[in-house]
Each structure stands twice: as structure tokens, then as C-alpha cells.
């Protein structure tokens, strides 16, 4: 009799120890609730003491959360219509407050996060989301931190994942990008023109004041050209040459006109050798 009583006792023992001991992974915090009514003290990982059918604990994951949100279709500023969306990384900083003020704070985070985002996208250009992410992630996560502050939430991170455009704004994009390459191209090359019509100025400067220059510059010329193994040589004829044959070569004398009937008169001929002897 004895036996079985105490056989009961160390049943009913190890029963309400099963009941009373809870354990708490590392990543976790347990808020007890006795009677309905939130404990101040947090269970800290570990084993938790409970009291039975008087307790229950409640664990709350204190890890960052990955969560990402649904692409939203929205007009940006400059009325063009896009596709974003993002990623948010957020943790429990307060149990407390995460499992008493806010019924399912997941939900809560991704709605305020939606929502926040088709604001951001209203407000923007198209421009910014293409090419100022950083400001707009910077935004987006105040904005989403300011009401989860009361929940024991902490947004850690807010990304913005891709931004889709429709078919005719890529194809305009592209015309306008390829426009934009063209025009730099030209200003390049123009400006290279500018740059070696300087240059050649300078070197034609040079050419005048040292004759010579000129002379073996052609040559170089011609050299360059015969390395290319063609059957026809054009060998360009110095100016400066035709000049100074031109200024060396003596003038004839214009005949004089007769003063009478504007005709020219014929010059006067020698006598025959002839004429002389006889």
C-alpha cells in the first residue's frame, strides 16, 4: 500500500515537472502569461520553470526576418507606369510589445511595408528608381520603421529589387540612349579635329620657317606610301616649287600698241646681212 502511494507521489512528481519545465532555444525569448496577464520578467534561453495549468509561455523569435514584398504597379511623378518590388529585413527588439500591441506583427510589417512602398513609387520620378535607389531605399525604410517602432519591431533593411517598365518605354529608353551615344561620338570626334587642327597649324608654322621640314615630309610620304607595295605612286608636286620657278623665270616684254589706231605695230626688223653689203 505503502508502495503504491509512493509510486503515485513520484508519478504525479514527474508529471507536474513535465508540465512546469519548458526550454528556450538561443534565438528565442519567452514571455510567460499567468492568468491572461503578461509577466515582466522574459525567459532567457535555456530551461523555463512554469507554473502548471497557471502559465503559459509564449516564445518569440528574435532572429532578422527576410521578407519580401509583392510587386506593386504604380504611377511615378512624371506619370509613367512601373512594377516594383523590394525586400525587407527586420527583428524583434521588444517581445513584449510584438506579442501584446500587435496581433501578428509578420502581417503587420508586410501591409505597412505594401503600402509604403506605392507611396514611395508616387512620389519619385522615374529616373530616381532607376538610377537614386539609395535614397529611396533610405526613405522607404523610415517610412515603414516609424509605425513598427510601437510594435518592438526594428526595420534593419529596406532594398528595392527591380523596377519593370512596359515594352514601349524600354524601346524609347533605348532610342534615347542610342541618340545620346551619337552625340557624344560627334562631340568626341569634333573635338579631335579641333585638337589636330591645332596640332597641324603649328607643325605648317614650323614647315614655313625651316623649308627643308617640308621637303622631308614629302619623303616620309613617299616612303609610307611605297610600303603598302602599290603600282601606282602619286608624288604630289611641292607649291613652294612652282613659286620659285614662278618668280625666277624671266617676263617677256609686252608689245607696245600704236597710239593710233590701237593696234599693235609690228617690231622693227633687222637688215640682212645682205642689205648691209650692197
Known amino acids: 500500500m505503502v508502495v503504491e502511494i ?3 507521489v513520484a508519478v504525479a512528481g514527474g508529471a507536474w515537472v513535465a508540465a512546469s519545465l519548458r526550454v528556450v532555444k538561443q534565438y528565442e525569448r519567452g514571455l510567460v502569461f499567468r492568468f491572461g496577464r503578461v509577466r515582466p520578467a522574459i525567459r532567457e534561453p535555456g530551461l523555463a520553470m512554469l507554473v502548471p495549468f497557471a502559465d503559459r509561455l509564449q516564445k518569440v523569435n528574435m532572429q532578422i526576418v527576410t521578407m ?6 504604380g504611377i511615378t511623378r512624371d506619370n509613367v507606369t512601373v512594377r516594383v518590388d523590394a525586400v525587407v529585413y527586420f ?6 510589445l510584438a506579442a501584446v500591441n500587435v496581433q501578428d506583427y509578420r502581417s503587420a510589417v508586410g501591409q505597412v511595408a505594401q503600402t509604403s512602398l506605392r507611396s514611395i513609387i508616387g512620389k519619385s520620378d522615374l529616373d530616381d528608381l532607376l538610377s537614386n535607389r539609395e535614397r529611396l531605399n ?4 523610415l517610412m515603414i520603421d516609424s509605425p513598427a517602432l510601437d510594435w518592438g519591431i526594428h526595420i534593419d533593411r529596406v532594398e528595392i529589387k527591380d523596377v519593370a517598365l512596359p515594352e514601349s518605354m524600354k524601346r524609347s529608353m533605348s532610342r534615347q540612349a542610342e541618340a545620346e551615344r551619337e552625340r557624344r561620338a560627334r562631340v568626341i570626334s569634333a573635338d579631335g579635329e579641333l585638337q589636330a587642327s591645332y596640332k597641324l597649324s603649328q607643325a605648317a608654322a614650323t614647315m614655313a620657317d625651316t623649308p627643308a621640314a617640308l621637303q622631308l615630309r614629302l619623303l616620309e610620304t613617299v616612303v609610307q606610301v611605297s610600303a603598302e607595295k602599290n603600282s601606282t605612286l602619286v608624288l604630289p608636286f611641292p607649291v613652294e ?3 620659285f620657278l614662278d618668280a625666277n623665270t624671266p617676263k617677256k616684254a609686252a608689245p607696245e600698241a600704236s597710239e593710233s589706231n590701237g ?3 609690228p617690231a622693227p626688223r633687222e637688215p640682212d646681212d645682205a642689205a648691209q653689203g650692197s
Do not use: C, F, M
Not at 533610405?138 to 525604410?141: A, D, T, V
Open 91 to 96: 527583428k524583434v527588439i521588444d517581445p513584449v
Open 241 to 243: 616649287l612652282l613659286r
Open 138 to 141: 533610405e526613405g522607404l525604410e
Open 6 to 8: 509512493l509510486s503515485a
Open 263 to 265: 593696234q599693235v605695230a
Open 68 to 73: 519580401p514584398i509583392p510587386a506593386q504597379d
